[in-house]
């Protein structure tokens, strides 16, 4: 799993970052669903269903995934193939997909 920034990755990994950029309850959620990416072997691993909430998505999202942390904050990365580029396909087999890049964690229904 990447980052795609070093400003992203340092709050990512630190607990008062993460701390002092989200709500308590959203940096705990982030915190979890963080473990549950790097627990998973490929991207089949991680369900649509709640509490996940896998999904692609469209518009000037297109070619990213998301999934669900907290009330609308959403994790959102994009999927990479062997030699970690873009997948651009992303109706691609998740079994697949085994390495990811957090674009950022947002509350994009605002």
Known sequence: MYVST?????ILDSP???NKEFPSKVADAV???LTQLRAAENLSQI??????????????????FAIWAKE????VFHALDE????IKDLDVPKDTIQKIKIIEVVNYHV
């Open 72 to 75: 609308k904050y959403r994790i």
């Open 83 to 86: 030699e970690d580029q873009i």
């Open 47 to 64: 369900t649509h269903h709640p509490p996940m909430g896998l999904h692609k998505l469209t518009g000037n999202r297109k070619n990213q």
């Open 6 to 10: 070093k400003k992203l990755k340092k």
């Open 16 to 18: 008062k970052a993460m």
């Open 31 to 33: 915190r979890l669903r």
